[in-house]
T-cell receptor
Framework: GENVEQHPSTLSVQEGDSAVIKCTYSDSASNYFPWYKQELGKGPQLIIDIRSNVGEKKDQRIAVTLNKTAKHFSLHITETQPEDSAVYFCAAAETSYDKVIFGPGTSLSVIP | DTGVSQDPRHKITKRGQNVTFRCDPISEHNRLYWYRQTLGQGPEFLTYFQNEAQLEKSRLLSDRFSAERPKGSFSTLEIQRTEQGDSAMYLC?????????????FGEGSRLTVL
């Protein structure tokens, strides 16, 4: 089955700096790669996703890149703000309809 | 639309007791998922349904765990003869396979503590 790994497990950045989280996956059948943000006491919430026919996608301060050959994908957050502090999970699935397999998470702290 | 709701939010039980969690998905969402999350880890897939049909069950789900979605709306997750290792947050999510958003919408979870 699919296995998703994620690095780093914790990340501290100064407000205004960029943050990068990297993930790898194992199953070449995966074609859908969502990113979720989880705040304390809440369930994860989708922030952006990318499909395998796209190499990069951007939404305001957030961008994701995908290298399907290497089975790598990354999340980039620019101009970080304190409200970006949360746990971020990368994930993989065969399609957006299927079960989603999550990575172990990255705890991001943005220091004002 | 009130989102995905889970009940109870917290449950403390003694080892060996049975517990049941309920999930009410977003109305008209035909897919419903159960995940388990322990501290510092990502959600682990347990099982999912399309309408009332259980499509897949993870190997993580021992025979003590059973999930149902009898009328294709709400779902229950029952854990029999609880063990301390069952202590975790149990997350429910729903999605729709039709047009529009296909993302998973999560509830806030049911936290289980087994003493």
């Amino acid at each position: 089955g699919e296995n998703v790994e994620q690095h780093p497990s914790t990340l501290s950045v100064q407000e205004g700096d960029s943050a990068v989280i990297k993930c790898t996956y194992s199953d070449s059948a995966s074609n859908y790669f969502p990113w979720y943000k989880q705040e304390l006491g809440k369930g994860p919430q989708l922030i952006i996703d990318i499909r395998s026919n796209v190499g990069e996608k951007k939404d305001q301060r957030i961008a994701v890149t995908l290298n399907k050959t290497a089975k790598h994908f990354s999340l980039h957050i620019t101009e970080t703000q304190p409200e970006d502090s949360a746990v971020y999970f990368c994930a993989a699935a065969e399609t957006s309809y299927d079960k989603v397999i999550f990575g172990p998470g990255t705890s991001l702290s943005v220091i004002p | 639309d009130t989102g995905v709701s889970q009940d109870p939010r917290h449950k403390i039980t003694k080892r060996g007791q049975n517990v049941t969690f309920r999930c009410d998905p977003i109305s008209e969402h035909n897919r419903l998922y159960w995940y388990r999350q322990t501290l510092g880890q990502g959600p682990e897939f347990l099982t999912y349904f399309q309408n009332e049909a259980q499509l897949e069950k993870s190997r993580l789900l021992s025979d003590r765990f059973s999930a149902e979605r009898p009328k294709g709306s709400f779902s229950t997750l029952e854990i029999q003869r609880t063990e301390q290792g069952d202590s975790a947050m149990y997350l429910c999510a729903s999605s729709h396979t039709g047009g529009g958003d296909r993302e998973l919408f999560f509830g806030e979870g049911s936290r289980l503590t087994v003493l």
